[in-house]
């Protein structure tokens, strides 16, 4: 898979910098490079990016103002000299933040984070085969998307690998999600979306039943009153996803 990436800073020396950490990475495609965030406005809009290399404090606009007036097609990898941002940042999905200097081994990590989550939401056919070392993480030979078993998500500045069997439901709270998973370990805060995760997710599999819910269909056991009820957790089906729901539940009664 190759990536299309643009880089957009407003001191020269390093966008030369990170121009040459993009050509001499064999996946990434460099299709622009701009001093500013107004500079780049028209042209991001109107092409296909995947990947954006940004600077955070810029003059006229600065990135995380910027980052939220972009397709959401577009995913964003901060790059700047100020660590205050890092919050901010995974508010607006990121998917990596760089403190300035950047060396290639850093860039480079980066970088192969963004082309694992492009494989996992553009090619849910290769599933991701998982080393000791998470890191090393490669794609297998393509299957069916009903046949990924693990998907990786970032919570507390790590990648962990999430067993899509031991997963009961996702909970959105805001601009967080809990995973919840039946092995009795502490549920997992991610800083991102539901939508996000809803995108990663199998739909074979996982069904959203409301807002901030979605739940696995296999882990359901008990339905109470229009409520899916894992433990002491009651999860509510909301009206906007009941017709979906229902007709799950017609195909799987007597």
């Known amino acids: 898979m190759t990536l299309n990436c643009c880089i957009i800073d407003d001191e020269p020396l390093a966008l030369d910098l990170l121009e ?9 495609k460099l299709t622009g490079k701009y001093l500013g965030a107004l500079q780049a406005m028209n042209e991001i809009q109107s092409s296909e990016v995947d990947l954006i290399f940004l600077d955070i404090q810029m003059h006229g606009l600065n990135g995380l103002d910027f980052s939220r007036m972009i397709s959401e097609k577009a995913r964003i990898i901060f790059t700047t000299a100020f660590n205050q941002y890092a919050l901010d940042s995974y508010k607006v999905n990121a998917l990596d933040y760089l403190l300035k200097p950047i060396s290639y081994l850093d860039f480079l990590q980066a970088a192969n984070k963004a082309l694992r989550w492009f494989e996992i939401v553009r090619r849910p056919s290769a599933p991701v085969l998982v080393s000791e070392n998470a890191s ?93 009820v894992f433990g ?20 799987r009664s007597l």
């Open 232 to 251: 002491k957790t009651y999860i509510p089906v909301s009206d906007s996803y009941k017709k979906e729901f229902n007709a799950f539940l017609k195909d």
């Open 136 to 228: 090393q993480a490669t794609p297998a030979a393509p299957a069916a998307k009903e046949e990924i078993d693990s998907i990786f998500v970032k919570s507390d500045y790590k990648l962990v690998q999430i067993k899509l069997d031991n997963i009961l439901y996702i909970e959105g709270l805001k601009d967080y999600i809990k995973i919840c998973t039946d092995d009795d370990s502490k549920p997992l805060l991610s800083l991102m979306s539901i939508k996000s995760m809803e995108e990663l997710l199998p739909s074979g599999r996982f069904m959203r039943v409301h807002r901030s819910f979605i739940v696995q269909v296999d882990k359901i056991k008990i339905i109470d009153r229009n409520r899916i």
């Open 20 to 28: 040459s950490y993009v050509l001499k990475t064999p996946f990434l």
